[in-house]
């Protein structure tokens, strides 16, 4: 395979500004599908008028929901503990398998070659905090940790990408960002192609995350962000679910 770095034909640009734009106006849309799509599948579980065949006399729960607290032996707390077993097993695997599929396509987009993921990275970790990770077995912070290497200063990342540098501090208030390069990196071309860890060989790892403008995979991005988004809402409220019955 050729040093995907050469080709600096096939350049896009879908700029930062719309890709942040077009996850935030449809997400909360699509949490609400997400939270109706979950509640249906729960609803199949639940049980038929078990009051009535119930021995507890003195039962003051008028408000038989998903969330309300029963006591150990009612059959609605049954409910809840085979909506758990639902969620964590088959649900969750029909959510691994869709989310396969979304990176499988990644496949039909191939690199631009603008070196736009090597210049400027980002990461919620400095690097002491990512080698210390590297160190115990972390391997997406051991390889990154093995080709990229800490900016001097905030100015010179700010240099690599102003457009990605200053949506990300008018959109992160309240988290520390570190920026990275890789100083492999010779114009757009990596200087070592064949070396490169699997951190490079996968990039971008999440369709929600910010792209370069330039990156090819912004195509890609935006035929798999609804699906994305709908799987993150699905995680988090199985995750809401999980707290809430559990
Ligand atoms: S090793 Fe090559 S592909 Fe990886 S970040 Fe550095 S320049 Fe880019
Ligand atoms: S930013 Fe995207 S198109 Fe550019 S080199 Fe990285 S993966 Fe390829």
Redesign the pocket.
Known sequence: MEN??NNTNHQVSTPLVTQYDDLKDNYQQIFIEAAESIRVEVNKFKPENPCNLCTVKDCKIEKKDVFTLYPVNCTYREWQLKILTFLAGDYRQKLKNTYKIMMDKKSEYS????????RLATSEFSYSQLKQKAMKGDKFASDFVSVFVPFESEEDAKKANPEYFQLLNELVENQKIYYYYCPKLDG?ECSDYQNRPDVCKD??HNPLKL??S????NEWKKSVSKTAMMLKAKVDIIEFYKNKLG
Request: glycine content about 10%.
């Open positions: 995907f770095f690199c631009a070659r603008c070196g736009g993921c090597c757009n990039f971008p792209l370069p330039t990156c090819s995979y």
